[in-house]
């Protein structure tokens, strides 16, 4: 499929009409009626019910209309920011982060940058993704750096040839409804955790935290844990009592009047629960723009 041919979807979803598609682009009823079954045929789905006044979306119809919409709109803001990076006299830095925890942080980070070195503009472009991905666009050059979290007993880093800067560091922490029954406990035992379902949250499938939170835990037991892809689908099953997540303590936490946390006691011949989030870049990366980045989080940390 070609994205014009997308955009005629879009535009036929709109207007419920073959006809008024095609007056639009200054081409036939019979071609775009013809894109439109080539893409059914294609996808292997009905798109439209076909009226004699009426061209309506199927229920497959209407879930599609609303990825290709995102996957335009994407598209669109990745245009405008390659003519950003192209026509921009500003050092340019892309930069990628883990999850809305240090997403939060790698905000902070910037903003106090651009007020305090005036001098030494950076244009930042920023992107989510999960932390084996973050790690192999910054190995292959597409990003410059990227914020992960490093934790548990994972050496993700070690044959990677990445450098790493720690910018913040602390304790994961296990978020449960105010009304969940262990809520009553000060701390959390690995064997508190036997039947419970157990969420951390990645946009993308990634095993990383699975792992590494599990590598923390006694392995006598068997525990359920399950990836979640968005922050507030993670709060909500919380608050309602029907998971418990962990999250990194000392990031910002997303306001939640019903959620509250407790430590996790790790035995000691288990890692402990400590995390840091690392900034991570090639070692012959020489763009000023990360440089001058990497002084300025060297200097935060150390005052």
């Not at 009823?29 to 019910?49: A, C, D, H, I, Y």
């Amino acid at each position: 499929m070609e994205v014009e041919q997308l955009k005629t979807f879009l535009a036929v979803a709109q207007l419920g009409s073959f006809q008024k598609v095609a007056d639009q682009k200054f081409i036939s009823q019979r071609t775009v009626s013809k894109q439109m079954v080539n893409l059914e045929n294609e996808l292997g789905v009905k798109l439209f019910f076909r009226g004699s006044n009426k061209i309506s979306l199927t229920n497959a119809g209407t879930y599609f209309s609303q990825q290709v919409n995102e996957l335009i709109n994407q598209l669109n803001d990745s245009v405008v920011k390659l003519h950003d990076i192209t026509n921009s006299n500003l050092q340019n830095l892309r930069v990628g982060y883990f999850s809305p925890f240090e997403g939060r942080l790698l905000v902070a980070n910037i903003k106090k940058y651009q007020t305090t070195m005036v001098d030494q503009p950076i244009n930042f472009h920023v992107s989510e993704a999960s932390i084996e991905h973050l790690i192999a666009d910054v190995t292959l050059g597409i990003l410059d750096c990227a914020y992960i979290l490093d934790y548990g007993t994972h050496e993700h880093l070690a044959n990677t040839g990445l450098n790493s800067l720690k910018v913040a560091e602390g304790q994961m922490v296990l978020g449960i409804s105010k009304d969940h029954p262990l809520a009553v406990k000060k701390s959390l035992s690995a064997e508190d955790l036997i039947g419970q379902t157990i969420l951390y949250y990645s946009n993308e499938n990634s095993t990383y935290l699975q792992s590494a939170f599990l590598a923390t835990l006694p392995h006598d037991y068997s525990y359920n844990i399950q990836r979640i892809g968005t922050i507030e689908q993670l709060q909500t099953l919380v608050a309602l009592k029907q998971a418990i997540a962990f999250y990194p303590e000392s990031l910002p936490i997303f306001s939640n009047d019903w959620v509250i946390f407790r430590h996790l006691n790790s035995p000691a011949k288990h890692s402990s629960q400590s995390y840091t989030i690392q900034l991570i870049y090639r070692p012959d990366n020489n763009i000023n723009g990360l440089h001058n980045f990497c002084q300025f989080l060297e200097k935060l940390n150390n005052n």
